[in-house]
């Protein structure tokens, strides 16, 4: 892989993003950035605005208000659009009738891209034993490993997937991931959108939550996981009672969570268990919660996902 022409460049800014759709509002002041060297994750409920905001970053919606640059410029504005961002939006778009490397051949040579690449973008997505087969008779699955190949021809220092995991089967997901992180590793900034944190667990460094039209969130993975998991410690001990006065007495917040179990608030886990050890109260745990990400994901967007679930029963009645 040749070294990136704009590495360290500033990736994607998404800034103050507005549109509508007759009364519908798709976007409502959407805005984060995409850093180079990171796997940015781009989670929400259908209809949250995912699609909308990556075809608005390549030019192909127009927004009423809010810019979305790519290293700085407008897509519009890139000489060579394919040399700056590749982006994989819909599958299904390719010439049915034509092998998958025709399709990468063609898409080259109307690109002005060399066609040297296109052996080396197969060989990248896995697809050579397919490559010489009609695209039409490709799982979606392959599909999307022809897409990301077409996204890579440029050698692009930004990489743009949307729902790049449908139709991938276990081992398809397990490549992704893997193949994802590689394209931050050298450097690229990489933006995947999916409905489901569970796809994007394990890839993303960095996630931007939507929900109608905005993002609701924007942290590193550590970070909002700490957010949601709050500072709140189990204790499993026979002797809750007697716990729980030496905690209080200490000056802990603690509650009755269970038969054998109490959570503390705002105390570190080891703080607890030395405070414990010292008063001679026995237990057999104390683990701070942490939180999955489906659980980070499911507090963010419960409101989002509501008030889809609403407009629904509204419609339909
Ligand atoms: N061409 C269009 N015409 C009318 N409404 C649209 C159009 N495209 C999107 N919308 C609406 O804009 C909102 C955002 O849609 P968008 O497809 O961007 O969401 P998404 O987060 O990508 O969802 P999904 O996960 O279902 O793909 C939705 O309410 C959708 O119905």
Known sequence: MSSLRTAGAPGIVVAGLRKRYGTALALDGMSFTVRPGVVTGLVGPNGAGKSTTMRVILGLDAVDEGTALIGGKPYRGLRHPLKHV????????????????????????????????????????????????????????MRQRLGIAAALLGDPPIIMLDEPFNGMDPDGIVWMRGFLRSLAAQG??????????????????????????????????????????????????????????????????????????????????????????????????????????????LELTREAVEFRAATHTEVSR
Do not use: C
Request: proline share 2%; no cysteine.
């Open 86 to 141: 590749g982006s994989l939006l819909d599958a299904a778009a390719l010439h049915a009738g034509r092998s998958g490397r025709d399709h990468l051949l063609w898409l080259a040579h109307s690109q002005g891209l060399d066609a040297r690449r296109v052996e080396q973008v197969i060989e990248q997505v896995g697809l050579t034993p397919a490559a010489r087969r009609k695209a039409g008779g490709y799982s979606l699955g």
């Open 188 to 297: 690229r900034a990489v933006l995947v959108s999916s409905h489901l944190m569970s796809e994007v667990q394990d890839t993303a460094d960095h996630l931007v939550v939507v929900g109608r039209g905005k993002a609701i969130a924007d942290a590193g993975v550590a970070d909002l996981i700490a957010a949601v998991s709050g500072d709140r410690v189990t204790v499993r001990t026979a002797a809750g009672a007697h716990a729980m006065r030496v905690l209080v007495r200490a000056g802990a917040t603690v509650a009755a969570t269970g038969r054998d179990t109490i959570t503390v608030s705002g105390w570190p886990a080891d703080r607890i268990a030395t405070l414990l050890s010292q008063n001679a109260v026995p237990f057999s745990e104390v683990s701070a919660h942490r939180a999955s990400l489906e659980d980070v994901y």
